[in-house]
Nanobody, 125 residues
């Protein structure tokens, strides 16, 4: 059974950092791009950043540049999202999702096939 499980979310103060994990089971991530998405309350899901099967990185939103980093550990079948300098606008549910080989150009959720259940990130003092 193909499954993605996100973890690492929680409550963090503004300016803090988090590392989210996306672990796959039922398949190996080697040939897949993994995108991270987020959905804030009352807003549409948006693409944040993606790493391709060859480790090329695509940043979908300006606020990701310099604060978000993505990496993969194929031996652990896991992709990580490191977020620094968190602010309240980063609050939302963070999801990971797969695409075959390449990241989509614009980060549209419809370009990604398998999804995890999401992990909540809340930035608040």
């Amino acid at each position: 059974q193909v499954q993605l499980v996100e973890s690492g979310g929680g409550l963090v103060q503004p300016g803090g950092s988090l590392r989210l994990s996306c672990t796959a089971s039922g398949f190996t991530l080697d040939n897949y791009a993994i995108g991270w998405f987020r959905q804030a309350p009352g807003k549409e899901r948006e693409g944040v950043i993606c790493i391709s099967s060859s480790d090329a990185i695509t940043e979908y939103i300006d606020s990701a540049k310099g604060r978000f980093s993505i990496s993969r550990d194929n031996a652990k079948n896991t992709v990580y999202l490191q977020i620094h300098s968190l602010n309240p606008e980063d609050t939302g549910v963070y999801y990971c999702a797969t695409a075959l080989y390449f990241c989509s150009t614009y980060g549209s959720p419809g370009d990604y096939r398998y999804w995890g259940q999401g992990t909540q990130v809340t930035v608040s003092s």
